[in-house]
Structure formats: C-alpha cells, structure tokens
C-alpha cells in the first residue's frame, strides 16, 4: 500500500527555519519523484519544490534560495528544508508521488498523485 506521511510542522518566527519529513511506504524513491506542495485556505496547492530519482531538484520561483528539498534513500524519506521563513508560507503542507511519465519539472499537482495528509506551518511572531 502507497502511504505518504509528512511530519515536523510547527510555529516557527519570521526568520526561522523548519525542517519537514515525508516518510514514504510501499513504493521506492529509486523509482519516483516526489513533490513538495502547500495551501492555503480558498486558495489552490501550489506546488514548492520536487525531487527525482536522480537528486535532481526544482523548485517554484517563491522558495528558490529558501528551500532545499533533499532524500534519504535508506530511510524512504524525503526533506524539505524551509529558510528564511515569512508569514507568506503559512500553509498546510503535503508530499506527493509524481505519476508515471511526466514533465520531470513539473510542479503541477495533477502531475502527482497519492498525497500525504499534510502538516501545518505557521510562520508568526
């Protein structure tokens, strides 16, 4: 069975860094790319950053230079590495797999299927 969990949400102050986890089950990151993604209330998922199988990483102009996704292999788990957070990524947050044969760049969400149930990232002071 596919799961995502994602986990280490919090509040954190404007300024600060988070570090996010998203543990994955029942596939292997040797074979699928996994993306980074966040919402807000009556706004759509807009897609933060991915991962493939290969290291290569991307990321939406909003989060570049911010934050860094990376991987464990070992430990099926995927990072996302939040820097220099503002009130503007506030946001529930979710891991996602990408489908099979798609733009390797894309950061679309209906490029990516079974989520994670999200985290919350509340960036306040």
């Known amino acids: 069975q596919v799961t995502l969990v994602e986990s280490g949400g919090g509040l954190v102050q404007p300024g600060g860094s988070l570090r996010l986890a998203c543990e994955v089950h029942g596939f292997s990151l040797d074979f699928y790319s996994i993306g980074w993604f966040r919402q807000t209330p009556g706004k759509e998922r807009e897609g933060v950053g991915r991962?493939?199988?290969?290291?290569?990483?991307y990321y939406a102009d909003s989060v570049k230079g911010r934050f860094t996704v990376s991987k464990d292999d070992d430990k099926n788990t995927v990072y996302l590495q939040m820097n220099s957070l503002t009130p503007e990524d506030t946001a529930v947050y979710y891991c996602a797999r990408a489908r099979p044969g798609g733009f390797v760049w894309s950061l679309s969400a209906s490029d990516f299927a079974y989520w994670g149930q999200g985290t919350q990232v509340t960036v306040s002071s």
């Open positions: 991962i493939g199988t290969s290291d290569s990483t």
